[in-house]
């Protein structure tokens, strides 16, 4: 079974702190995603990485940051957390540029007061 | 920037009842129409997929009819039951450069199934 393990459920946060989201997968998949989930905005795709040291924006990059040092691992940072950053945020990885399945973490909600 | 439209919002049914959701896009860019579903708590998981050159797909209970002419395509749930009751999000798997892994959704709809 493939496994996306993301590093907290729940996390709350003060405004100007700053953030790591953590987020594991077990298939050995070449691209990981980070997104963001808020009601009636869907699934908005934060920054995303086909490869080890690879990464590039998604739709709304603006104030987060990632890294990926080992293939297994996808960090989304939040440099300087805000209020409108409070969201469910959702890792997913996938193989291959010719993969439509895309396996999802059980998501992380950031809340930042 | 691609778009994937979705309707409705919101739906109930009661159960037995045949919930259809329609999805739009805009461009032709796009190699794979999955759908995902999420229950409360978890993250999305692939229901079932679609290549546009097919014009209907069966899963079980869940179809989904594809019209490329007309750049829409819906999904289906047949004899749905309560635990069908999640949210649903309909998406697009970009074929063009340097996006070719990635996924645009629509923004999703909430059913529920009323027993």
């Known amino acids: 079974d493939v496994k996306v393990t993301q590093s907290s459920r729940y996390l709350v946060k003060r405004t100007g702190e700053k953030v790591f989201l953590e987020c594991v997968q077990d298939m050995d998949h070449e691209n990981m995603f980070w997104y963001r989930q808020d009601p009636g905005l869907g699934l908005r795709l934060i920054y995303f990485?086909?490869?080890?040291?690879?990464?590039e924006k998604g739709d709304i990059p603006e104030g987060y940051s990632v890294s990926r040092e080992k293939k297994e691992r996808f960090s989304l940072i939040l440099e300087s957390a805000s209020t409108n950053q409070t969201s469910m945020y959702l890792c997913?990885?996938?193989?291959?540029?010719?993969?439509?399945?895309?396996?999802f973490g059980p998501g992380t909600r950031l809340t930042v007061t | 920037q691609q778009q994937v439209k979705q309707s409705p919002q919101s739906l109930i049914v009661q159960k037995g009842g045949i919930p259809i959701i329609n999805c739009a896009y805009e461009?032709?860019?796009?190699?794979?129409f999955p759908w995902y579903q999420q229950f409360p708590g978890k993250g999305p998981a692939l229901l079932i997929a679609?290549?546009?050159?097919?014009s209907e797909k069966k899963e079980g209970r869940f179809t989904i009819s594809f019209n490329k002419s007309a750049k829409q395509f819906s999904l289906h749930i047949m004899d749905s039951q309560p635990g069908d009751s999640a949210t649903y999000f309909c998406?697009?798997?970009?074929?063009?450069?340097?996006?070719?892994?990635?996924?645009?959704f629509g923004k999703g709809t909430k059913l529920s199934v009323k027993p």
């Open positions: 461009n032709t860019a796009f190699d794979y």
């Open positions: 997913a990885s996938s193989f291959g540029t010719q993969a439509y399945e895309q396996y």
């Open positions: 679609i290549r546009p050159d097919v």
């Open positions: 990485s086909y490869d080890v040291k690879m990464k």
């Open positions: 998406a697009a798997k970009a074929n063009y450069g340097g996006s070719q892994g990635n996924l645009i």
